[in-house]
Structure formats: C-alpha cells, structure tokens
C-alpha cells in the first residue's frame, strides 16, 4: 500500500532553529536562572534540546496529569513538581497547547505556590482547538486546525521520536496508528 500524504510543518532545521529562537528568548528574560516545569510525557524532546540551548542555569522538574474527558475540562494531577517553586523563576514546558485545559490548570496551580514568576513556552500552539483562553509567552510555531505528530506529539504513542513535526490525517491513523511509519522514518 503506498504510503500516504503528509505535510511537512517543520523539517529539523526548522524545529531546531525554533527551539534555539525560544531558548535566547528565555535566556534573556532570566539571567538569575529558572525552573523548567515540564508536562510529561510529550514535552521531553522539547525540554532536553531548549534546557541545553538556553546559555542560563536552569532547574528541571517534572508533573503528570491526568487525560481529561473530552469536553469535561476535568484535570487533576497525577505527579506534582518535587521542588518548591515559593519565589521562583518558572516556566511551563509544553509540547503543544490545545485546548488549554492543561496550562490553564497548571497556571491557576501553580500560581497559588507564589512564584516569583511564571510563564508558559510552548513548542506547538493550536488557538483553533482552545476552551480556555490562555497567555502564551514563549511560541515554537503556531499551526492551523491540523493533526500533528514528531517532536514529541504522538498518536498512541507513535511518532514521538521524530526530528521534525508533520501535519497527518487523523481520519487515516484512526483506522492504522501505523499508516505513516514508513514515510516519516524513512524519509
Ligand atoms: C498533550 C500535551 C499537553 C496537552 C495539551 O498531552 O503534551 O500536555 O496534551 O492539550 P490541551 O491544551 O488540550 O490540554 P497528552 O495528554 O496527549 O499526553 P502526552 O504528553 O503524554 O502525550
């Protein structure tokens, strides 16, 4: 079967030109250092390159939540930060904003902690997927209402791994989670 038609949003250059944008960003706005607070599992990729560009000293930390329902706007977390993060530098680490569920709970959590600061970097900003409204400050690349995967975006826990960010039809991996290995890995 041939392979299917993909778009890509950013090849590895680009995602690596992106990243090295953002970590000057943060690097200038933090001299005295900041605490990375990433949202596991799909921000890692995005972490380890932008903690390593930045040119400050940085804390990583990690939080999990839970899926939230569809349409709930439920979310609870399931990991909490290990550090206390009472008057420090944060910043929320995402692989991409959707809905906003996510970073907006994580915002109003994470606020009562009385940071110094906090702001959100995010990899991927979909506004069109939005429920909640949400302050962004730091954006990779902000795409149309599109499917994507790589770079740490996965579809049941494929793709992840890629070095670039592709644009995919939903429709096509619902009936074969599969149908793009090919392209993507091999191309
Ligand atoms: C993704 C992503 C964000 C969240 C954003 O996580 O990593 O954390 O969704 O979506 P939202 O703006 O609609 O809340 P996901 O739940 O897919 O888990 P994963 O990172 O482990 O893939």
Sequence with gaps: MNSPDYRVVLDQQGVESSVARLAAELSEKYHDGVVLAAVLRGSVPFLSDLSRAMSIRSVVDFLAITKYERGT???RLLKDLDIDITDREVVIVEDIVDTGLTSGFLWGEFS???PRS???C??????????VPVELDHIGVEIP?????GYGLDYRGRYRNLRMLASVDADIL????DAYVE???VS
């Design 73 to 75: 706007g439920r979310v």
């Design 112 to 114: 009562r902690r009385s």
């Design 145 to 149: 209402d599109e499917f994507v995967v």
């Design 183 to 185: 392209a993507l890995y």
């Design 174 to 177: 619902a009936s074969d989670p």
């Design 118 to 120: 906090l702001s959100i």
């Design 122 to 131: 995010t990899f991927v900003d979909r506004p069109s997927a939005r429920m």
